[in-house]
């Protein structure tokens, strides 16, 4: 099984960036389609953005399309979520996935998460 750890959270002012980091452990890591959530408090969790395992997509929420973006490098066994422009309504705890699988227009995560890391964005 993949384990996974995410890094890069912290404070940052709107209109910021910051760069999230999610290491997974294993060989099999190119094999799985990978993602992001993210979990505001009080809220339920929710789809940020995924990444096909060879780069053949990537899927965002409308609410970060154009100012997150996902990559991954295989050879470093790492998947990164670029954000920018920082909204208020982007603090939450950011989790990564693996083996990620759409239905419709909702997310199946099949694999396993990270811990998370806490991203709060201030005005």
């Known amino acids: 099984q993949v384990q996974l750890v995410e890094f890069g959270g912290g404070l940052v002012q709107a209109g910021g960036s910051l760069r999230l980091s999610c290491a997974a452990s294993?060989?099999?890591?190119?094999?799985?389609?990978m993602g992001w959530f993210r979990q505001a408090p009080g809220k339920e969790r929710e789809f940020v953005a995924a990444?096909?395992?060879?780069?053949?997509?990537?899927y965002y929420d409308d609410s970060v399309e154009g100012r997150f973006t996902i990559s991954r490098d295989n050879a470093k066994n790492t998947v990164y979520l670029q954000m920018n422009s920082l909204k208020l309504e982007d603090t939450a705890v950011y989790y990564c996935a693996v083996d990620l699988r759409k239905y419709g227009n909702s997310w199946d995560v099949t694999g396993s998460w990270g811990q998370g890391t806490q991203v709060t964005v201030s005005s």
């Open positions: 990444i096909g395992r060879s780069d053949d997509y990537t």
């Open positions: 294993g060989r099999t890591f190119s094999s799985y389609s």
